[in-house]
């Protein structure tokens, strides 16, 4: 009987941010990968808990306001059978602190960016698209003022 490889749970966040009566969404930027926030969880992490944690290691935001709920979507597998999943926030943060990675010794992202919709499309690939639909479907056309 063929043993079942353990999925990787990746755990990240959609974050937005109301900027001039529109979503601005934020993207990080590895090599030339475009993302959100995520990252690996970790033993006796929830997913959401791993999010969070992610989140401030990663951009330096603890402002997260998941008014959406729990709700997330997941990335088929990729690279190596990792999954992602996302959840939806908002925040009132602009600034961005790019985290050291401690494995690494150096920022694990190269550059964020603070972007609207065609842009996101523009900048990311087909499966980060997808999680950018997701998101999309749960907001409201503009944000409320």
């Known amino acids: 009987m063929g043993r079942k490889k353990p999925r990787i749970l990746s755990a990240g966040v959609v974050i937005v941010r109301a900027e ?3 979503w601005r969404f934020l993207l990080l930027r590895a090599y030339q990968y475009w993302d959100f926030p995520k990252g690996r969880t970790e ?3 929830t997913p959401l808990q791993a999010a969070r944690r992610e989140v401030t290691e990663e951009t ?8 959406w709920g729990e709700d997330f979507t997941e990335t088929g597998p990729y690279a190596r059978g990792k999954v992602a999943r ?3 926030a908002e925040t009132t943060t602009r600034e961005v ?5 401690p494995e690494l010794g150096t920022p694990e992202h190269h550059e ?3 972007v609207d919709r ?3 499309y523009r900048l990311t690939a087909p499966r980060v698209r997808q999680v950018l639909d997701w998101a999309l479907e749960r907001l409201p056309p503009t944000p409320a003022s």
Not at 60 to 67: A, N, S, V, Y
Not at 97 to 101: D, H, M, Q, R, V
């Open 20 to 22: 001039g009566g529109e």
């Open 43 to 45: 033993t006796g992490e």
């Open 60 to 67: 330096g935001i603890t402002d997260l306001d998941f008014r």
């Open 86 to 88: 996302y959840y939806l």
């Open 97 to 101: 602190t790019l985290g050291i990675a």
């Open 112 to 114: 964020w960016r603070w």
């Open 118 to 120: 065609r842009t996101a």
